[in-house]
């Protein structure tokens, strides 16, 4: 069975920075894409960003709200992908997600249970 | 700025049959977007129903289908149950500077 578990939320003051951790199992982690998602206490969900296999050279997209702030990368030998955050906004406040997937044709398959990051003074 | 626009919220009784639609402001939507679909209950994590338009996951239910309708992506529910009463949300590849973009979701009630 596939786990997807994010950690690392936590409550930190603007202009802040954060790391969140995915940690997989339940498949070959070095054979998929990964993407992160957020959602915004009781708002719509908000894609991320994404990063390819290492195959396909582990490229990353990311959205415009947070390109030149978020990097994600990905540790193929400890089947974890990460979410670093920095510069952190209130705007960021949301429970983030990672997702097994989600790039192009590569259907978002399996998505963890979240974790919460608050940005506030 | 693309937007990505869905019912707010839309009602059905138990047994009966309602379609979602998801529209881009970029123009008619098609397989070029691959639609995806998601579910979302309360206090849960989302969960995919459907991908690159109309193709489920193994966990998918029957009932649950996904088109293109006109210029919007659709997903039609069938012989709706209680237990479907979500949040769903579409998402659509624009490619560019915002890659992947959500609906804003509808929330489905069954009454």
């Known amino acids: 069975e596939v786990y997807l578990v994010e950690s690392g939320g936590d409550l930190v003051q603007p202009g802040r920075s954060l790391r969140l951790s995915c940690t997989a199992s339940g498949f070959n982690f070095v054979d998929h894409s990964m993407s992160w998602v957020r959602q915004a206490p009781g708002k719509g969900l908000q894609w991320v960003g994404f990063?390819?296999?290492?195959?396909?050279?582990?490229?990353?997209q990311y959205a415009a709200s947070v390109k030149g702030r978020f990097i994600i990368s990905r540790d193929d030998s400890k089947n974890i992908a990460y979410l670093q955050m920095s510069s952190l906004k209130s705007d960021d406040t949301a429970v983030y997600y990672c997702?097994?997937?989600?790039?192009?044709?590569?259907?978002?398959?399996?998505w963890g249970q979240g974790t919460l990051v608050t940005v506030t003074s | 700025q693309t937007v990505v626009t869905q019912e707010p919220s839309l009602t059905v009784s138990p047994g009966g049959t309602v379609t979602l639609t998801c529209a881009s402001n970029?123009?008619?939507?098609?397989?070029?977007?691959?639609p995806n679909w998601f579910q979302q209950k309360p206090g849960q994590a989302p969960r995919t129903l459907i991908y690159s338009t109309s193709n489920k996951h193994s966990w998918t239910p029957a009932r649950f289908s996904g088109s293109l309708l006109g210029d919007k992506a659709a997903l039609t529910l069938s012989n709706v149950q209680p237990e479907d009463e979500a949040d769903y949300y579409c998402l659509l590849y624009h490619g560019g500077p915002q890659v992947w973009v959500f609906g804003g979701g509808t929330k489905l009630t069954v009454l």
């Open positions: 997702v097994r997937g989600g790039v192009g044709i590569t259907p978002f398959e399996d």
């Open positions: 990063i390819r296999k290492n195959a396909d050279g582990a490229a990353t």
């Open positions: 970029s123009g008619a939507v098609t397989s070029a977007y691959y």
